[in-house]
């Protein structure tokens, strides 16, 4: 199994969300989406436009769904940065069930073709060590790098314990030796 790590480098996020939006808008949304909910890939492609828009047409606030591997109920806001794609991606015709990442096929985008899609983007970056998984180690890397709050980031990841979580998120020499250089008393 090939280890894959976070996206560290804020302007190489930036740089793949514009290769990405000149594919398709449906690719922009599968990675936005997945930097800043921390979903599992099996999950991010599982979502129908329903999970997002209620009734009326209206994004929803929030998202609840089941997490296919741990069975358990999962709620999460939808932030700034995925209403914005989503608003440009979904129309008001969409079928409530239909996949929000529909394959060229009609079915659910398949995770052999979100790692390609991924892939083909973060290699013409200059990323090499990506996987479906960076998405989620992404959101958990940044997420810790803002709050500095380890047990709230093992909490929104359902780790159980912190040095997993560590590990999980990349948190490398490099992060550690930034840390002694910024501490100036």
Known sequence: MRIVRPIKDVRKIETMKRILKRQSVRDLLLFVMGINTALRVSDLLTLTVGDVRDNNGVFRNFVRMKEAKTGKIKE??????VLKVLKQYVR?????DRFLFLSAKGGALSRVQAYRILNEAAQRVG?????????????????????KNLGL????????????????IGIEQEDMDAAYLQLNL
């Open 92 to 96: 008001s015709g969409m079928d409530d």
């Open 127 to 147: 990323l090499d060590a990506i996987g479906t998984h960076t998405l989620r180690k992404t959101f958990g890397y940044h997420t810790y790098r803002q709050t």
């Open 76 to 81: 999460f806001p939808l932030n700034a940065a």
């Open 153 to 168: 980031v093992q909490k929104l990841l359902n780790h159980s314990s912190s040095v997993d979580t560590l590990r999980y």
